[in-house]
């Protein structure tokens, strides 16, 4: 709602809060995912070792990761859902990052372990108990696609979404384990296991990379990555009666809520809450921008806005 102020002043401000969640809770999808990837992460381990396979324990790895994860992301879920306090204004829907960001670090020293015992293996390769391999892949493709399936229609939420896109990957990584152990079977090429855990620890590798990056940025209060500022500064810009907009500013509140901040100078004769009230609905329904804060100026108190110059913060 928009502030009065002094006579004087003629700033004028105005908070929209249009958050946009899920439209579940997926907390049975979160619980039940993690249940059966820790079910598949034991399972995984013991096979590995019986039948010598670095392929199917970089596979367990990997879904160790997910478990993390998964844990990591209801979690997160759960604190952000908790209403702000007088220390903790924004609550605690920061701690969606700084899941992403633990588990990216856990998932790439992981990928360091999986790629050292890859290397050692592929100079010496031993035998490898195909049979057994494929089963216990073969149940990582089972598990891994139907919590892929909990985790449909929750596009709206970059946590959700990422967890089905994580998932559905795995998936993808099990078929290779299957389909590595087959070939083995088949010809005997015992190298191909090391080879195909070196394939697994360059992709995890990959995606942990690009998931660390983006925490990273997320933490340091950049643009979201699917929010581009031009088009955000030139849609405000072209509103009516708005002759300059300045000290803009888009950051993230947690993986799923957006905030903004920005001073829009006004031509004379403009409705300051209808302008307000405009911009922040089309923020919202464009952008998927909820929480943005707008400071009306008028020519004369924006020429003395110690904020105006570009490059200041």
Same mark, same amino acid.
């Given at each position: 709602?928009?502030?009065?102020?002094?006579?004087?002043?003629?700033?004028?401000?105005?908070?929209?809060?249009?958050?946009?969640?899920?439209?579940?809770?997926?907390?049975?999808?979160?619980?039940?995912?993690?249940?059966?990837?820790?079910?598949?992460?034991?399972?995984?381990?013991?096979?590995?070792?019986?039948?010598g396979s670095t392929a199917l324990l970089a596979d367990a790895v990997h879904n160790a990761g997910d478990v993390l994860g998964l844990l990591l992301a209801w979690g997160a879920f759960l604190l952000g859902r908790r209403a702000p306090t007088a220390q903790r204004t924004y609550g605690w829907g920061r701690g969606t990052i700084l899941a992403a960001l633990i588990n990216a670090?856990?998932?790439l020293v992981g990928v360091g372990a999986i790629a050292l015992e890859s290397l050692q293996r592929l100079s010496?390769?031993?035998?490898? $108990?195909?049979? =057994?391999?494929?089963? !216990?892949?073969? %149940?990582? +493709?089972?598990?891994?696609?139907?919590? &892929? @399936? #909990?985790?449909?229609?929750?596009?709206?939420?970059?946590?959700?979404?990422?967890?089905?896109?994580?998932?559905?990957?795995?998936?993808?990584?099990?078929?290779?384990?299957?389909?590595?152990?087959?070939?083995?079977?088949?010809?005997?090429?015992?190298?191909?296991?090391?080879?195909?855990?070196?394939?697994?620890?360059?992709?995890?590798?990959?995606?942990?990379?690009?998931?660390?990056?983006? $925490?990273?940025? =997320?933490?340091?209060? !950049?643009?979201? %990555?699917? +929010?581009?500022?031009?088009?955000?500064? &030139? @849609? #405000?810009?072209?509103?009516?009666?708005?002759?300059?907009?300045?000290?803009?500013?888009?950051?993230?509140l947690s993986t799923t809520e957006v905030a903004l901040t920005a001073h829009l100078v006004r031509g004379p004769g403009v409705d300051d809450q209808g302008l307000i009230r405009a911009a922040e609905a089309g923020l919202a329904e464009r952008f998927r921008i909820g929480h943005a804060t707008l400071q009306i100026e008028t020519a004369a108190s924006a020429a003395d806005c110690h904020l105006r110059p570009p490059g200041i913060v």
């Open positions: 709602m928009p502030h009065d102020h002094d006579p004087d002043h003629d700033h004028d401000h105005g908070h929209g809060h249009g958050h946009v969640h899920a439209p579940r809770t997926f907390g049975r999808a979160f619980a039940t995912g993690a249940a059966l990837n820790i079910a598949l992460v034991v399972a995984q381990i013991a096979c590995g070792l019986i039948a670090v856990v998932l010496a390769p031993g035998e490898v $108990a195909s049979t =057994l391999v494929v089963w !216990a892949a073969g %149940a990582g +493709i089972v598990i891994n696609g139907f919590t &892929a @399936w #909990l985790f449909v229609g929750g596009g709206q939420d970059l946590n959700v979404r990422a967890t089905f896109l994580h998932m559905a990957g795995d998936t993808a990584v099990s078929a290779g384990v299957v389909v590595a152990a087959l070939v083995i079977g088949a010809t005997g090429w015992s190298w191909l296991d090391p080879a195909v855990g070196l394939a697994i620890a360059a992709l995890i590798g990959l995606s942990s990379w690009n998931l660390l990056r983006e $925490a990273m940025n =997320l933490a340091l209060d !950049a643009v979201p %990555a699917r +929010i581009a500022p031009a088009a955000v500064r &030139a @849609w #405000l810009a072209a509103l009516p009666g708005v002759a300059e907009v300045h000290d803009l500013h888009i950051w993230a």
